[in-house]
């Protein structure tokens, strides 16, 4: 059935809420007012305050809490309203979360969900619209799921509640409101499976989360010119598809990386050294990024439109390959 | 009576095991037989005997880097433990965590915890997962005045009191946050008074009074069974040693460090005369019990000494959930 992003979400939520009932939410503003951007509207009506907990603004809490009670068998959704504050609970995650399983010796599991919206392109300015999801990929015991689609994020989002890992769960601010078709009831999708959003022979291009859509939108622009680019999203980031990438990558030789983070240390550059460690003969062009410019995000609707990743941009990089 | 008087002879059992463990790992350490960091709990025996001494199996505790204490009373193996310490695959956690890592989730031990004041949240999500799957369990955090200082304390006090959750906290204030004094890192003398804030009780004990501090945590315990919230004990004690082994404690006052050393004031001297003078025991039954942890310390080391290191491939498992 046709749902928006958000709903697709929420959806997820309420399958897992229904089926188990060691799931429960908690976060800032989830009850009552339904969470910052609307996703889990309804959900304190249909499941009470037992499973859908307000919070005080108590990030460092949280997270550890949710470290807690996972390992003490609960399944805790929670929610950090932005993704800029995960700078709050960097210990709960990095330190804890990601590492009590191997540090315990396989022993304790860690099942829980942390969702963050991310992305700029409302104004938000410098501590409300970030891109972090390279940032947390560099601690191991960490999943990150970062979907595109309406139906990507309700497939995934089950099969993140029923992992028994810790799974960050990114969702773009922008993409809330945009609708798809998606599966009813319980439907998921396997984490670590990239999706080829478009099929494609001259080039490919790697994306997630909104830049997927804007790259969809610079691949017909591009097929009236001639170009016939594949579109990957690898849907999650860790663990990454890398036989996808690479089989994509064997196919057309050249590559290009979008993504919203800003260019160093973003996620983009791992996928660059591992396409050149691994798949180097396939190329016959130098890999491109195209990403933000390592700056904090303007507030400026000019400035803000100037700093996000374009379809211009990706055409642009596509193009200087051929 | 009788009960009082086996109740005392075991916490004696308890902190005699606690002082041999730790001065044999001190030995040790000094000896080179093991690398990284032993946090002596020489000193402080009487807080985690005394408050695990109400505690059952299926009750929470989180502990902190100077846990060796913690996990002995709340039932921790000692060969397990000493294992560990020597990094070796027969250790609680097949050596992957070492003296500040230690867990045993079968025991609900659910961690010591390199990072200071990290356990406060974990130990409240677990107090939320007993109350949420309706047990009477509860969880403890154990904590120094340090980590009373930290974002940690502050959110998780303030939302196991919103909640009423079943946890105890417990802090062990040895007057030292490393080599930085109670009077230097906050403005007040009793820690306790920081439950005020937050509409709980708090209270500041001897803690070197393992009478004292097992009465005041079984009416903490009991109250938080009930479901009607958490409490926050001070309990005021020394560190004999330097915040780690290697540090010589150089910004002690001699004169503090040899009054809280003395006869007078040492936790286990002071149960020793006290059931003496009770006649609960007599000298060579006091000798006996410190004979039989020297044997058991003994064979943990042996044990210890005699286990295979992990095999170099255990490096890559235990990351993740599969």
């Known amino acids: ?322 | 009576m009788a009960e009082k008087k086996e109740q005392l002879l075991e916490m004696y059992k308890t902190m005699v095991r606690i002082r041999t463990f730790e001065k044999e790992a001190i030995d040790l350490f000094a000896a080179g037989k093991f690398p990284g960091f032993v946090h002596s709990y020489l000193g402080e025996e009487a807080i985690a005997t005394g408050v695990c001494a109400n505690l059952k199996d299926s009750d929470y505790i989180c502990s902190t880097h100077r846990g060796h204490g913690h996990l002995i009373a709340k039932g921790g193996k000692l060969d397990l433990m000493m294992a560990e310490l020597y990094g070796k695959s027969t250790g609680y956690c097949k050596g992957k965590g070492g003296s500040m890592h230690i867990a045993d989730v079968d025991l609900g031990i659910l961690g010591a915890n390199g990072i200071v004041g990290a356990g406060m949240p974990i130990a409240t999500g677990a107090a939320f997962a007993c109350k949420y799957r309706k047990t009477d369990n509860v969880a403890i955090a154990f904590f120094g005045d340090g980590a009373s200082d930290r974002a940690t304390f502050h959110e998780s006090l303030n939302l196991a009191s919103i909640w009423k959750l079943p946890v105890v906290f417990v802090c062990e204030n040895n007057g030292w946050a490393i080599s930085n004094s109670q009077e230097n890192h906050q403005n007040i003398t009793d820690v306790s008074d920081r439950a005020t804030a937050y509409g709980i009780p708090g209270v500041s004990i001897d803690g070197n009074d393992v009478m004292a501090i097992s009465e005041a945590a079984e009416e903490a315990i009991k109250r938080a069974r009930k479901g009607d919230g958490p409490t926050l004990i001070e309990c005021k004690t020394w560190r004999h040693r330097g915040h780690f082994e290697g540090d010589p404690g150089a910004y002690k006052d001699p004169k503090d460090q040899e009054e809280w050393l003395s006869d007078a004031k040492d936790a286990l001297v002071r149960v020793e005369k006290k059931l003496i003078e009770l006649k609960y025991a007599n000298k060579a039954d006091l000798d006996k019990v410190k004979a039989d942890a020297q044997t058991e310390v003994d064979a943990a080391v042996k044990f210890a000494e005699q286990s295979p290191d992990p095999d170099p491939s255990e490096v890559l498992t235990d990351v993740y959930t599969v």
């Open chain 1, 1 to 322: 059935m046709q749902m928006t992003y958000a709903e697709a979400i929420r959806d997820a939520m309420r399958v897992e809420l229904k089926r188990d009932p060691k799931v429960y939410l908690a976060g800032e503003d989830i009850g009552v007012f339904g969470g910052c951007f609307g996703v889990t509207a309804g959900l304190l009506d249909e499941f009470g305050p037992k499973r859908i907990v307000d919070t005080p603004i108590s990030e460092n809490f949280i997270v550890g809490h949710a470290v807690g009670s996972s390992a003490c068998g609960l399944r805790p959704i929670v929610e950090i309203m932005f993704n800029d504050f995960i700078a709050v609970c960097f210990d709960e995650m990095c330190n804890q979360a990601a590492k009590v399983r191997y540090m315990f010796g396989g022993k304790a599991d860690v099942g829980m969900v942390l969702r963050m919206p991310i992305g700029a392109g409302i104004g938000a300015a410098a501590q409300h619209s970030q891109s972090l999801e390279g940032l947390l990929t560099h601690i191991p015991g960490l999943i990150s799921v970062i979907p595109s689609t309406p139906a990507d994020a309700k497939g995934l989002l089950i099969s993140a509640i029923r992992d028994d890992n810790p799974v960050i769960f990114y969702e773009h601010k922008q993409m809330y409101g945009m609708p798809g078709e998606v599966p009813e009831g319980d439907y998921t999708i396997p984490i670590g499976k990239a999706d080829i959003k478009r099929e494609g022979s001259d080039v490919t291009i790697v994306t997630w989360s909104w830049m997927v859509q804007k790259s969809l939108a610079a691949a017909e622009k591009l097929a009236a010119e001639g170009i016939n680019a594949e579109v990957l999203d690898p849907r999650t980031l860790i663990p990454l598809d890398k036989e996808a990438i690479l089989k994509s990558v064997a196919k057309t030789g050249k590559l290009v990386i979008v993504h919203e983070e800003v260019k160093t240390s973003g996620f983009g550059g791992e996928i660059a050294a591992i396409v050149s460690e691994e798949g180097f003969d396939y190329l016959d062009a130098p890999i491109k990024r195209v990403a933000a410019p390592d700056t904090p995000i303007p507030f400026s609707p000019a400035l803000e439109q100037a700093y996000i990743p374009s379809e211009e941009k990706i055409i642009e990089a596509v193009k200087a390959l051929f």
